[in-house]
């Protein structure tokens, strides 16, 4: 069976709730998050072993200051009440100049809206595996 393309809802989302957590925007972050246990691992970071639960993710966003996406034009695919997104955003980060970052999203539907069950977010990294 082939792939559904996401639809304009899900890359929109994809694109707010990123830049939602660049912008330290705790709210939105919240509002469009799913989380179904306390211990559920919400995002991978690009630090080793860099794993944060819901409640660290908010602590993490209120710890560090805020970054700008300058460009982000995510792709994706649905299938069913899942779906999945990812996007190589450049990033102002301040004093450290532009990076081009790694960004993706699994989402679910529930209750009819689109929310973020899981980010992956790192620096992308010229070498070969």
């Known amino acids: 069976m082939p792939l559904t393309p996401a639809p304009t809802e899900v890359l929109k989302l994809a694109t707010d709730w990123f830049n939602?957590?660049?912008?330290?925007?705790?709210?939105?972050?919240?509002?469009?998050?799913?989380?179904?246990?306390a211990d559920w691992i919400v995002t991978i970071g690009s630090e080793p072993y860099a794993h944060y639960r819901f409640d660290d993710?908010?602590?993490?966003?209120?710890?560090?200051?805020?970054?700008?996406?300058?460009?982000?034009?995510?792709?994706?695919?649905?299938?069913?009440?899942?779906?999945?997104?990812?996007?190589?955003?450049?990033?102002?980060?301040?004093?450290?100049?532009?990076?081009t970052a790694r960004h993706t999203l699994v989402m679910r539907r529930v209750d009819g809206a689109w929310k973020v069950a899981h980010s992956h977010l790192s620096e992308g990294v010229k070498r070969l595996l």
């Open 20 to 37: 939602a957590a660049l912008s330290r925007d705790r709210d939105f972050v919240t509002a469009h998050t799913c989380t179904f246990t």
């Open 57 to 99: 993710l908010l602590a993490h966003l209120g710890e560090v200051p805020p970054r700008r996406s300058v460009t982000s034009a995510p792709h994706g695919f649905v299938d069913g009440d899942t779906a999945w997104t990812v996007d190589f955003p450049e990033v102002d980060m301040r004093h450290d100049g532009m990076i």
